[in-house]
């Protein structure tokens, strides 16, 4: 519905955002086929676990911190590779945790020893396993009760893991209520995984059938997944196709699409992961065979997907990856990152561009998301101009409230939200078109009974008249725009 005066809303909300791997533990790294790092090898502590690395962290945006693995509860890192160790306060864990208070970010600690592996089965959580996650969890509360907010528990689990994470998921609330629990779950490309199916089988031999059974099979991931977590948040790397590096995953939105409906009718917040690194094909001649081709992130790649997952409602946001991989093999993929390791620098690394693109777009999104957290997602529209099937399998076109019409010269995702405080309505609205291509899209949107709209572009409020209730605006690759149309 369409309010009479420009919209005043207080700056009281904050799009929470992290970044994988970040900041990393050195000795995660092989030295001499060796864990561990022989430049400091009795503390144990890693050098690059500095407060110039937890500023930059921080500086690009970020409001809370997952290790993924990389600090360890009551271990230490030394030359011979990973040690137990008994003492807490000798832990890497003790010193990251330490070093994150300090600069004021939440973390949520993920590893082994605090049930990641427990997590990943299909049977609960032993009695002898409750009592090490219990000693674990009052040690964090003990020593860090500002700086632990909750737990990474595991990482893309099954259905079949189902029983695991909800064991997991139980106890810990039960010993501490006021955390928060995360899982990071599987994209639809990850089907066969989740519920062990047969790729073989003849019934998928057909393309069209495939993907309606994954369809099918992906919503009741998302619908048992998010009662359970209270949330569904899963990752995608959209730029991950092996068709070359001009193209893009064919299933991001229709995952996005797929996620967001799941999570309207569960009452359950909707989260993306996104892609913020590259890698390079690797030829191994002694298979013959190379690694999929990751192409080059660029500005306008990051800021696509992320006005996309915001297109669809999505209430968080994540990258992956702030620090590079570890490499065991020169086979392997070499991933660049946000951060990355660089010994001809005098502190050992770097900031990538990449880490610069990510930094402007989150400051994009933070300077207006006070307001658009404050909407509620309904459905989407597409404009299609393309044969890119990205775009072309997005099925929802959700056609009530004031936008009557929308014409654009490339493809188009309108992201369509109410807020149900007062009334008004929300659109977000995205150049789909491949940002690969860099191609700007002339766009017209027509509001019934708005003659003024304000949007946020770019990270800048902008106040508009309409003629006609005509809104046109041309949006750079991979731009996208909040728009609130209203009357005057």
């Not at 904050?14 to 503390?43: I, L, S």
């Not at 004021?104 to 990641?116: H, N």
């Not at 099937?389 to 010269?409: K, M, S």
């Not at 700007?440 to 572009?457: I, K, L």
Request: proline share 5%; glycine share 8%; net charge negative.
């Amino acid at each position: 519905m369409i309010q009479h005066g420009k919209p005043h809303y207080a700056d009281d909300r904050q799009m929470d955002m992290t970044a994988y791997m970040g900041p990393r533990r050195a000795g995660k790294r092989k030295f001499n086929e060796e864990y561990g790092n022989p430049r400091d090898p009795e503390a144990g502590f890693p050098e690059f676990w500095s407060d110039a690395v937890f500023e930059a962290y921080k500086a690009a945006g970020f409001t809370f911190l997952i290790p993924e693995g990389d600090a360890f509860y009551g271990t230490r890192v030394t030359e011979n590779g990973i040690t137990g160790e008994a003492d807490f306060e000798k832990s890497d864990l003790f010193r990251f945790l330490t070093i994150a208070e300090k600069h004021g970010i939440p973390v949520y600690p993920s590893q082994a020893e605090l049930m990641y592996v427990m997590a990943r089965r299909d049977t609960p959580m032993t009695d002898a396993e409750k009592d090490v996650v219990a000693e674990m969890v009052a040690t964090l509360k003990k020593h860090f009760p500002n700086a632990v907010k909750g737990l990474l528990l595991t990482d893309e689990p099954t259905m079949k893991h189902r029983v695991g994470v909800e064991s997991c998921v139980n106890f810990v609330r039960e010993l501490a209520p006021e955390w928060d629990l995360f899982v990071s779950m599987l994209p639809i490309y990850g089907t066969a995984e989740m519920f062990g199916a047969d790729m073989n089988d003849p019934q998928y031999k057909d393309k069209e059938i495939t993907l309606k059974m994954k369809e099918a099979e992906y919503r009741k991931y998302v619908a048992a997944y998010g009662a359970l977590m209270g949330e569904f948040s899963f990752d995608y790397y959209a730029l991950n196709h092996d068709a070359g590096p001009e193209t893009l995953s064919p299933l991001f939105f229709r995952n996005l699409e797929l996620a967001a409906e799941g999570a309207k009718a569960g009452g359950f917040p909707m989260s993306a992961t996104l892609q913020a690194f590259r890698m390079d094909r690797r030829y191994d001649p002694a298979t013959g065979k190379g690694q999929p081709v990751f192409r080059e992130t660029t500005y306008e790649d990051v800021r696509w997907q992320v006005y996309a997952a915001l297109a669809f409602g999505a209430r968080r946001l994540g990258y992956f990856t702030f620090w590079q991989h570890y490499n065991e093999s020169q086979y392997e993929v070499f991933p660049t990152a946000m951060v990355v390791y660089d010994e001809a620098e005098a502190e050992g690394w770097r900031k990538t561009g990449i880490y610069y693109d990510v930094k402007k777009v989150n400051e994009q999104v933070h300077a207006c998301d006070h307001v658009f957290l404050r909407f509620d997602w309904k459905g989407c529209r597409t404009v299609l101009k393309s044969g890119d099937e990205n775009i072309r399998l997005v099925e929802r076109n959700y056609t009530a409230g004031a936008l009557r019409d929308v014409t654009a010269v490339r493809d188009t995702l309108i992201g369509c939200f109410e807020n149900p405080e007062d009334g008004r309505e929300g659109y977000w609205l995205v150049n789909a078109h491949n940002p690969y291509y860099y191609e700007r899209n002339e766009v017209e949107a027509t509001f019934a009974d708005a003659d003024r709209v304000v949007y946020w572009r770019a990270g800048r409020e902008c106040d508009e008249p309409l003629e006609s209730g005509k809104f046109c605006i041309r949006l750079g690759a991979g731009e996208g725009v909040f728009v609130i149309p209203y009357k005057a």
